[in-house]
Structure formats: C-alpha cells, structure tokens
C-alpha cells in the first residue's frame, strides 16, 4: 500500500492552455474523489467515481474540467483553455466500499495558471 | 448558511499542553458523519478521526478525541499532550446522509505548536 499518488506535484501553464492531471489510488479502493482547494480555504468536491463510472459532479465544475477513470483505476482530470481563476490545489482522495467514508488523500498538483 | 464553522483561523498551544479546535455544523439530516483531518505544509491531508451521528460515545483515536455535542450541534477536536509535529492546519468535514459521497470541510485552524 502506497498510498494515493498524484502527478505532477506542480504545474505552471498560460491561461489558455490546457492541463492533465493524473491520480493512482490505492489500489483496493473503488471509489475516487476529486477535491480543489484554494488558498486559506477547506477542500471543495469537484467529483466521484465509483469504480470506472462517475456518478456525481460539483456544480463548481465546469464544462472546460472533465475528468476519467478507465477501467476503475487511475483517474485524470483535464482542464481545458485554462484561466487565472483556475489556481488552486487539486487534491485526489480514495475509499474502500463498506466503511464510514473515510478519504486518503494524495499529496496534491499545485496549479499556477500566468 | 456555512456547513462548517471553524471560527479560530489561529490557534497556538505549549507543548505538551492540551488544545481543543473548534467545529460547529450545521444539518437538517438525521444521519451524518463528522471527519477531522490534518494537513501539514507538504500538503497531504490526512484522517485523524470520525464520529457518526448515532454514536453515543465520543470517537477517540490515540491523542485525539472528538467532543462531540449533538444538541448544540459541535464536534471539537482535542489534542492531548501537544507534540512539534502537530503544527498544521486542521480541518472539520461533514458528510451529509448515509449515502452521501462528498465530505463539506471547514476552513480550517492553523495550529502552532510552542517549544
């Protein structure tokens, strides 16, 4: 058990481009969250998957975010034509289906968009 | 209305002290859970502790208990014996309904601990 891995740890991009992000969680788990987190704030819900299906989206999220999780295990979160509003911390959680809900977090991709 | 209320954005506590952050919520559900987490400056948040609505004893997990007051509709950390280590934010989350899948967090306390 490695816990939940996230990739890259920082991005920096040009408003206007667009980014990828990806997350490993831990592999028994088969449901994935994506939080964003902005600076002095808690952790806001963006999406969730179970298994390879998403089957809830924040309406903080929109349509330039979409994000994927073939065949249930890793997930990507893609942001398209980038704006300086978009900076944040987006964090990747993972849970075991039965249990309370407790989250294990990745550490995190630090987005800076100039 | 806020979900989570965390009304100390700084706390400081000696080493070796005992601290309580605190949390108010706030929910029309029955059935709810409350999660505290720590986030330390690499940035990974992790669980400390969960209590459930319907436990009738406050959850506690080593140096870590949770106050929790269902009438006044609180659920405090306490941390035991302060250690260096436990300087980090420190956030209060809800879960909403026994099937809800997102967790509604705080805004989080800065606690510092003292040498």
């Known amino acids: 058990d490695t816990g939940v891995s996230q990739d890259p740890r920082h991005k920096i991009t040009k408003r206007g481009q667009n980014v990828t992000f990806r997350c490993d969680p831990i592999s028994e788990h088969n449901r994935l969250y994506w939080y964003r987190q902005t600076l002095g704030q808690g952790p806001e819900f963006l999406t969730y998957?179970?298994?390879?299906?998403?089957?809830?989206k924040s309406r903080l999220l929109s349509d330039r975010f979409s994000a994927e999780r073939p065949k249930g295990s890793f997930s990507t979160l893609e942001i398209q034509r980038t704006e300086q509003g978009d900076s944040a911390m987006y964090l990747c959680?993972?849970?075991?289906?039965?249990?309370?809900?407790?989250?294990?977090f990745g550490s995190g991709t630090q987005l800076s968009v100039l | 209305a806020q979900k989570i209320t965390q009304t100390q954005p700084g706390m400081f506590v000696q080493e070796k002290e005992a601290v309580t952050l605190d949390c108010t919520y706030d929910?029309?559900?029955?059935?709810?859970?409350l999660f505290w987490y720590k986030q330390p400056s690499s940035g990974e948040m992790i669980f400390l502790i969960y209590?459930?609505?319907?436990?009738?004893q406050n959850a506690t997990e080593g140096r870590y208990s949770l106050n929790f007051q269902k009438a006044r509709k609180s659920a405090n950390l306490v941390i035991s014996a302060s250690q260096l280590g436990d300087s980090a934010m420190y956030f209060c989350a809800m879960r909403e309904g026994p099937q809800a899948r997102q967790l509604t967090f705080g805004s989080g306390t800065q606690l510092t601990v003292l040498p």
């Open positions: 959680a993972s849970s075991l289906v039965p249990g309370v809900g407790k989250l294990f």
């Open positions: 998957f179970q298994n390879e299906a998403q089957l809830e």
């Open positions: 929910t029309s559900d029955q059935s709810y859970g």
């Open positions: 209590q459930g609505s319907y436990d009738e």
